[in-house]
């Protein structure tokens, strides 16, 4: 909303004269230059009659009607308009012979104020009856205080009668009177939004024993001061400990009736922002106009009339609000995401669940004495630094990180802290000590780096400090930590306890759209939606990979959009550069001159090499110790192992465990191993250690090893080497085609029932899909990666896994590296991208109908004894069925991870050019890849000609199973195009909203 404060100064009217109806419609004129505004409030700050005589006030009534038949004429401001005054030294009717400065002095030396305020409101009864008809000085003549509502944004307008005592001569500076009540009724609260206050003389015209305390309540508590009396337009910023308020002297709008020297000013308010405008305006003789100079803008302290509290330092908010991690925007705010939070009491089914910080503070006020636990990067920091700025609107918040603890006695802790965030004023202090408990709130992070001994001495004085206790660690919860807190506490009761969650899809869209949206303001050419729908299903694809932190998801998605221009299609790039940058800054603060951060990759590469084919884990220090030694020599450098020991421990790359050390991170062990591989490829040529990976891709981490390889490569002879292995592989596997090989389980008598999808199917699907990251980050691993033979890889199964995890590199590699192909490698791509799921689902087919009747037995068994149900003669049973489609959603997922991977704007034509109408299979992976490309004109006809021209049941269920797929989660098909793909897959579905048209129809000419 935006308010405009048109200030009226010094108007001195005498007669007639003064109304001059040309000028006053330029005044209005004059407001155009602010633009539209909501709500508008004239200000009149004294001496607006020249001898407080009856008449005078007439006419300034008519000067104010005038100026509100022209609003509406010019259709400039139509709405309701709010008036305040107050009187100035013109304002008074001065008795014959007029108080002299002798006399004045007298009631000064004697301080007789009061016994003479009588006489002098007597002395401004035409200016009161002015007044009350605006509703000013209505109960009291000295101070008038009104608050207005502007659509529920309130303001309190402080009057002050600085007309009181004045002289017509100009010696009353200093004599000034205001009564002690009233300056307490300007200190009270109101709790309006916003304060302004109007006055004719400053404050520096009151007696000494008063100057001071009105300036410090008018400073403390206006955002905004008009003043009346210099004839000049000034505007200034006063400050008084800390607070300001910017102050307007009005100018002199006709003194002596002379408008040729009018000036006046008018502010606008923006109440989102506090930014406030001010046009000054001085009238030109010569263009017969109001011109005005530059606009000046302020930008006004919010100082909303409630009972004082501690205000947290400007500079302290601005140091919490920035991230010094990057530089993505000033406000980490920006693009903070509350995590998903849970209770973390094991064994209980009531656990707790928090997805917004409104109801996790509720939780917080109810259990006092908290715990939070989150692993590196999961936005621990970034959380309690949101609770402390949503906590601190309502108590005094204490915040401590390992930095403003270390090194200090504990009694300093929480004063040094204070000093930090509120100030070292005494009166702060004072206001803090005599604010209760349950007012405080104490949060200290990383209290894990706190030493067990000095615990206890830090905790246990702040323990009937604080309501509120948050402490928050990177370890998990141990029995030890818990019991060091209720030692350190002393407290008997649990302590509750929260984990922070990794960030499943529903917040990682969240994260990804705020940091779109930033880096949209730095680059309108990016579109919000459709390239956060993308980065989520590219985050998604590479979810095995990475920790599913907001700290990796904010980096990815910076990168992505600062470099979309030359990495859109290579999705594989962007992660690999963010991969490594993620290292780098875990390694940054502990490189020295001798051991660089190029040193340490490379030492890590030759640990992880030696690690993975040795399956040597964990590593011996003496191990590591000996592959430094070999570094050495080999370099002729002299690194120091202990260095390196303390380097990777330090910054927790490596973890020390009783038999030796292990990589914290099991992608961080394959991405080091991949680097080695490829560093030793690249220099020698030996394909050695890629033929164990490729052969062995079914086991352990060495699929993923291949698919780091595959992000960092620019060697074309290694993606050579793993097509030339896959084809090896699939030489004499068959594919699967609906006409020759399609197995016995996978025959359809007739079309199963499936169901349209609902309005909501998107919402359901993305609820789904959260559940199901939830469930498998429950899982645990508990087996070795290296718990494997290297003699079972020829295992049917274990090959069907291994040509899986071929696929996906084959289908990744293409779109990444398509620029380094020549035309026969890319067409050998293309091939194995739409004949390996085909050659990878028929050979695990033909296993699964060989044992087909073993395993319907055996799911009898498991299941409800229902299965023997009365049917007809060669009907399938129930089980058969669900079977079946289980089978197909097999099929379905292998086209999937495929197409999603390998389906890119530099991958499409590739894809597009290969001959797939020749297979029914490939038909199918097409429409794939058409929705990948959410390419709605293309899919639609292509998808209703194969459903009506096919005659075979599977592929009509399963082209229907992709076009519900697609009208659940492809944007770009309209109404029409839905409407087209209901008609033709969803008949009833059709006929349903066709019936409930009608019906509605009707029921509309019924009434």
């Known amino acids: 909303m935006k308010i405009l404060f048109l200030h009226l100064s010094d108007l001195h009217i005498k007669t007639n004269k003064a109304y001059c109806e040309f000028q006053i419609k330029k005044i209005i004129d004059s407001l155009r230059t602010a633009g539209s505004f909501d709500r508008l409030l004239f200000v009149l700050s004294g001496d607006i009659a020249f001898s407080g005589e009856r008449e005078q006030y007439r006419i300034a009534n008519g000067i104010l009607n005038k100026m509100a038949i022209e609003l509406q004429k010019e259709k400039i401001y139509t709405g309701p308009i709010e008036i305040v005054c107050v009187p100035g030294n013109h304002d008074i009717q001065f008795e014959d012979p007029p108080r002299t400065a002798e006399e004045l002095n007298k009631i000064y030396s004697d301080y007789s104020y009061k016994k003479h305020l009588g006489a002098e409101f007597s002395k401004q009864s035409n200016f009161f009856y002015f007044a009350k008809n605006k509703k000013c000085f209505v109960d009291d003549q000295m101070f008038s205080q009104k608050i207005i509502d502007f659509e529920g944004f309130k303001i309190e307008i402080n009057m002050l009668n600085t007309g009181l005592f004045s002289l017509r001569s100009q010696e009353d500076k200093g004599l000034h009177y205001i009564d002690q009540s009233c300056i307490n009724k300007l200190n009270t609260p109101t709790g309006a939004n916003f304060v302004i206050s109007v006055m004719h003389h400053s404050y520096d015209w009151y007696i000494d024993a008063q100057k001071e305390q009105l300036e410090q309540a008018l400073l403390c508590k206006s955002s905004l001061i008009f003043l009346g009396h210099e004839h000049r337009i000034a505007t200034r910023q006063n400050s008084r400990n800390e607070q300001s308020a910017v102050i307007h002297a009005g100018g002199s709008l006709c003194n002596d009736e002379d408008w040729t020297q009018s000036t006046y000013e008018y502010g606008v308010l923006d109440t989102d922002t506090y930014a406030y405008t001010i046009y000054p305006h001085k009238w030109d003789s010569q263009a017969a106009q109001y011109n005005n100079d530059s606009p000046i803008v302020h930008t006004l302290p919010h100082k909303p009339s409630v009972e004082k509290k501690l205000t947290v330092r400007d500079e302290y908010k601005n140091n919490l609000l920035s991230d010094p991690l990057r530089s993505l925007s000033a406000n980490f705010t920006d693009y903070f995401v509350f995590p998903r939070i849970e209770t973390e009491t094991y ?378 292995t896959t084809q090896a592989l699939t030489a004499d596997w068959e594919e699967l085609n609906f006409n020759t090989n399609l197995p016995k389980f996978l025959e359809l008598t007739s079309t199963p029932p499936i169901q349209s999808p609902p309005a909501d199917g998107k919402r359901e699907a993305e609820q789904k899909e959260v559940s199901d990251e939830k469930q498998a980050d429950r899982q645990l691993a508990t087996v070795d990666i290296y718990d494997y033979n290297e003699d079972d890889a020829s295992k049917t199964i274990n090959q069907v896994i291994r040509a899986l995890s071929l696929l996906m590199i084959i289908s990744k590699c293409l779109p990444s590296f398509e620029h380094n192909m020549d035309a026969e490698m890319k067409r050998n791509f293309v091939n194995e991208i739409y004949q390996l799921p085909n050659k990878i689902y028929n050979v695990w ?163």
Not at 425 to 449: A, H
Not at 587 to 606: A, E, F, H, N, Q
């Open 347 to 724: 064994g209980n089914s009531l656990n707790k669940e928090f997805l917004s910080i409104e109801p996790f503070i509720e939780e917080l006020y109810s259990q006092k004495r908290v715990l939070i636990t989150g692993a590196n990067g999961c936005g621990k920091t970034s959380l309690l630094k949101a609770l402390f700025l949503k906590l601190s609107e309502d108590k005094c918040v204490i915040y401590c990180d390992i930095d403003t603890i270390k090194n200090k006695e504990s009694r300093k802790i929480v004063k040094s802290n204070f000093e930090e965030i509120y100030g070292d004023d005494k009166e702060s202090l004072v206001r803090y000590n005599q604010l209760p408990p349950e007012n405080r709130v104490l949060i200290i992070d990383d209290i894990d780096q706190i030493k067990p001994r000095d615990f206890d001495r830090y905790i246990s004085s702040l323990t009937g400090e604080f309501g509120l206790m948050i402490f928050a660690t990177k370890k998990v919860i141990d029995l030890d930590m818990l019991e060091r807190m209720k030692t350190a506490l002393k407290t008997e009761t649990a302590i509750a306890k929260y984990k922070i969650a990794p960030f499943f899809s529903d917040k990682r869209k969240e994260l990804v759209e705020k940091v779109v949206l930033i880096k949209q303001k730095k680059d309108s050419s990016l579109e919000v939606h459709d390239l956060t729908e993308k980065l989520c299903e590219t985050i998604k694809l590479q979810k095995k990979f990475i920790s599913l932190t907001p700290d990796f998801i904010i980096d990815f998605v910076d990168y992505y959009c600062s470099n979309i221009g030359n990495i859109s299609n290579s999705d594989s790039t962007v992660f690999s550069k963010v991969f490594e940058a993620n290292i780098t800054s875990i390694l940054s603060p502990y490189k020295t001159g001798v051991l660089t951060i190029d040193k340490i990759y490379r030492l890590l590469s030759m640990v992880a090499h030696y690690v993975h084919f040795n399956k040597k884990y964990p590593i011996t220090e003496e191990e590591i110790l000996g592959i430094i030694s070999t570094y050495n020599k080999k370099n002729d450098d002299e690194l120091k192992p202990s260095l390196f020991l303390h380097i990777i421990q330090s910054c927790k790359i490596l973890t020390e465990s009783e038999n030796g050390y292990k990589f914290t991170n099991k992608n961080q062990l394959a991405y080091f191993v991949a680097r080695e591989v490829n560093f030793l490829y690249n220099k020698t040529g030996n394909e050695g250690n890629l033929k164990y990976l490729l052969e062995n891709a079914c086991f352990g981490i060495n699929a993923d090893i291949l698919m780091f390889i595959s992000y960092i490569t620019d060697n074309p002879r290694i993606l050579g080497f793993l097509l030339s």
């Open 845 to 1007: 087919a033909k296993e699964t109908e060989r044992d087909y009747n073993q395993i319907i037995e055996e799911l009898k068994k498991e299941g409800p004894v229902e299965y023997e149900e009365r049917r007809k003669p060669g009907e399938l049973s129930r089980l058969q069925i669900e079977f079946q489609y289980v089978a197909m959603a097999l099929l379905l997922d292998i086209y999937n991870m495929s197409a999603a991977y390998a389906t890119r704007d530099n991958s499409f034509r590739l894809l597009h050019k290969f001959n797939y109408g020749t297979e029914e299979t490939y038909q199918i992976q097409h429409l794939m890849m058409l929705e990948k490309q959410k390419m709605a004109e293309d899919f639609v006809p292509e998808a209703i000609s194969m459903y009506q021209s096919s005659e075979k049941q599977l592929k009509k269920v399963l082209t229907k199973f992709v076009v519900r797929h697609a009208m659940i989660y492809m944007d770009a098909l309209d109404f029409k195009k839905r409407d087209q793909l209901n008609s033709s897959f969803f008949p009833k579905h059709q006929e349903q909203q066709s019936l409930l048209a009608k019906r509605v129809k009707e029921g509309d000419h019924n009434e």
